[in-house]
Each structure stands twice: as C-alpha cells, then as structure tokens.
C-alpha cells in the first residue's frame, strides 16, 4: 500500500493567521508569567516555533521537549504510549503549556496530561494545531486550540506519513493507493 498527496486542506497563510491569533490568546492568558512551552517532537516542532515567536515580550518563556511512541502502524494509534525522550527541566510550580500537532483518539495527549499533573506543576494546559474531533475515544481538554478537522490523515507543517512530508508549508490531506 503507498501514499500519496491528496489536496490542501490548511493554507500556510491560513495557518499563519491563526497561529497569531492562538498566540495572542496564550500571550494574554499568561501576561507577565513564566511559561515552560512542552513540544511533543517531532510533529509539533514547526507550530511550536511559529507559535512561540507571536508571544507577547512579557512572557517569560522556556522551551522543553518529549518525544513519545505509540507502538503501532504510521496512520492509526495503538493507544499505548511509550516515552521515548522525557524533559531535560523540573517542572514543579511552573506553568506548564504542551503544544502537540494534532489530537485524534485523545489517548496521547490525556497520559501526556496525567504524566505532567504528577510533577506538581503550578498549570498544565494543552495547546493543539489541529482536532479530529470525530475520533476522539477520551475526554481531555484542550484550551488552545487551531482548526477542527475532519477524519482524514493529514501532512504537512510537522506532520509526517512515515517520516515524509513534514517540511510541506500547507496541512495536506494523503489518500491510500492499493497499488502504487
Ligand atoms: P491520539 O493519541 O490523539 O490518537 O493521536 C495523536 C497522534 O497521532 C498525533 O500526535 C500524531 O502523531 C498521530 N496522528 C493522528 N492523526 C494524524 C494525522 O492525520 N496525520 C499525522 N501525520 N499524524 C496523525
């Protein structure tokens, strides 16, 4: 089974648009504070450093990042997830933002929110790109937020099938060919 490129569901420019827009909402919210960004490598590694850059200067921010597995194939999650890279920074008493891709079933981002709430953090909030909300299988809040989705698999901007396609500018959506 191979992959291909289908259509541009995200424009970069649409996508620069609303990471300004996310970015003035955090900026807001955590006016004159120190904030501990967590990325979750490697998808959400070109948001974070779009989004980090339209902070507001009052904002005292430090950048940490986990990388994590989720035993399974390159388009569906398994539901068990692995650590592969823990933070290098204590995060106890700190505001802690995790900025992840795209939340599909929400069994990535709701242990990642377990795991973090138990090192005594002042604040743990989620800030995600991208939300197929149809496929959500658990609960977990997400308070920044980019664009609703629907069920398709996305690249682009970070995102990968099989470790291609991250540095595409758009979000583009892949169609699976029986015979490639
Ligand atoms: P969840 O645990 O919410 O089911 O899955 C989250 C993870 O699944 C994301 O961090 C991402 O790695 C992967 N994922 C889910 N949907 C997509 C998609 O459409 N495209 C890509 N590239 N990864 C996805």
Known sequence: MGYSLSS??????????????????????????????????????FFLSDLVRE?????????DFMAVS??????????IVRIVKDLDTHIGGKNVLIVEDIVDTGLTLSYLVKLLK????RSVRVC???????????????????FEIPDRFVVGYGL??????????DIMTVDQEENP
């Open 118 to 121: 138990e090192r005594s953090p």
């Open 128 to 146: 995600v790109l991208l939300d197929k909300t149809e496929r959500r299988v658990v609960e977990v809040p997400l308070d920044f937020k980019g």
């Open 160 to 169: 990968d099938c099989a470790g291609l396609w991250r540095n595409l500018p």
């Open 55 to 63: 902070f507001t200067q009052d904002l005292k921010v430090t950048i």
């Open 8 to 45: 541009t569901l995200i424009s970069s420019d649409e996508l620069k648009k609303r990471v300004r827009d996310i970015a003035s909402e955090i900026s807001r919210e955590y006016h004159g504070q120190e904030l501990v960004v967590v990325g979750i490598l490697k998808g959400a590694v």
């Open 70 to 79: 989720s035993y399974g194939d390159s388009t569906k999650t398994s539901g």
